[in-house]
């Protein structure tokens, strides 16, 4: 959280989506498909704000923040996985998978909710009076506010912005505390102000969400302390943070394939060997292993910022005399005339955010799939798959002697040399069922027809190793 601190930034968002198809583009933001999961993660609010009184919007010290629970609710679970698409359930299936983990979070004391862009029967969530003033204020007793996501009131209308009036008044009626307006906010303060003045939105309304914001910056010691705290400004990517960084990438690897056979494991990695290619997309480069939202909205390719890459951290992982090989897209003569006594092979999807990452087939980029064809084909390979959700593997995993889901690890490369060369074991088991192809989705644990590839919960471990 220094980072927060440093540049005056006192809030900090929440994922509460229950994501229930991969295809969606904000899968990676959700913390599991199973609604029990992301329950148990609402303790993260305690990390953030600290201990208070249950139920009550607390910050408890300027090395706090308030929390921010989003988006509320059932974002991950629009139909064919359609950013901001219809989620269409009854209510009690959803209030038991998605608003569920709301409840643990206002019993927790977040500060604020933020809306989803997306619809619940129909209905969009920015203008959901049942959902959002009936059911999460006064039936579940919220008391922090409820703010929209940017520009969030401009999509009430199937043509954003289309009557602004209209969604203006349907949104504050609805019970929206606070609005997100990036741009042209002369233009909502004097639509708010004429619905006012008119009688359309009543002035106990306002009183209710001026109430509301007061509380948590009132709670925040925002008053007392509006400017940043520079004094964090040193800890910002420093060594500690970048170790506790490189324990997280560890624990979250999943080792999902360990040797063609169970009694002839493949991992761990000789540190030892003559040669080792390192080939793939992404086994040198930063920006892909981060993904989206890093640095930019949509994250890029390259050395977006310091960190390092799969290749560095193999490297620095392997004996002196062990001679590492890099080629990215090699083909199988090249991988060949390697004479690697194995191959790790990196690959994975290209960095996205929101819908941007909707993908309906999760297939592998081509140049991933020749790659593995061509590396595994001629050498033993590991592959370490670097993406945002479960992609189609199946075809390629006769050729693989281990995989490893590595998801996006972000700056911190040399967590998953930790594991991979057996300084640790692995620990992570799948948040997500792994699926045979994208025909079988929506697919979750617990279905009547359930036939994964890697079922719910997931992972193997290489043995007698520290962990």
Known sequence: MYRLFAHALTLSTLGLKVCRDPRWGRCYESFSEDTSVVRMMTDVIYGLQGNGTPGIPFVSDRSKVAACAKHYVGDGGTQRGINSNDTILSYEDLFRIHVAPYVDAIAKGVSTIMLSYSSWNGVKMHMNHRLISTLLKQELGFKGFV???MEGIDFITDIPDANYTASVLESINAGLDMIMVPFDYEKFISTLRTLVNTGYISMQRIDDAVTRILRVKFSMGLFEHPLA?????????????RMVAREAVRKSLVL???GKTESRPFLPL????TRVLVAGTHADDVGLQCGGWTISWQGSAGSITKGTTVLDAV???VFTTTQVIHEASPTAEVAAKTKADFAIVVVGEQPYAEGAGDNTNLTIPDEGISTIKNV???????????????????????????FVAAWLPG?????????IFGDYDFVGSLSRTWFKSADQLPMNFGDPIYDPLFRFAFGLGMGKLPR
């Not at 000789?270 to 060997?273: F, L």
């Not at 911190?412 to 040399?417: A, L, Y």
């Open 376 to 402: 595994c084909s001629e050498v033993k390979c590991l592959v370490i798959l670097i993406s945002g959700r479960p992609l189609v593997v199946e075809p390629y995993l006769p050729l693989m002697e281990a």
């Open 147 to 149: 703010i929209s996501d």
């Open 315 to 317: 490297k620095a992982a």
């Open 270 to 273: 000789s540190k030892n060997a």
């Open 256 to 258: 999902l394939k360990n």
């Open 229 to 241: 705290d520079r004094s964090f400004s040193p800890h910002l990517g420093s060594q500690d943070n």
């Open 411 to 419: 700056t911190e490369g040399n967590g998953v040399t930790d594991v």
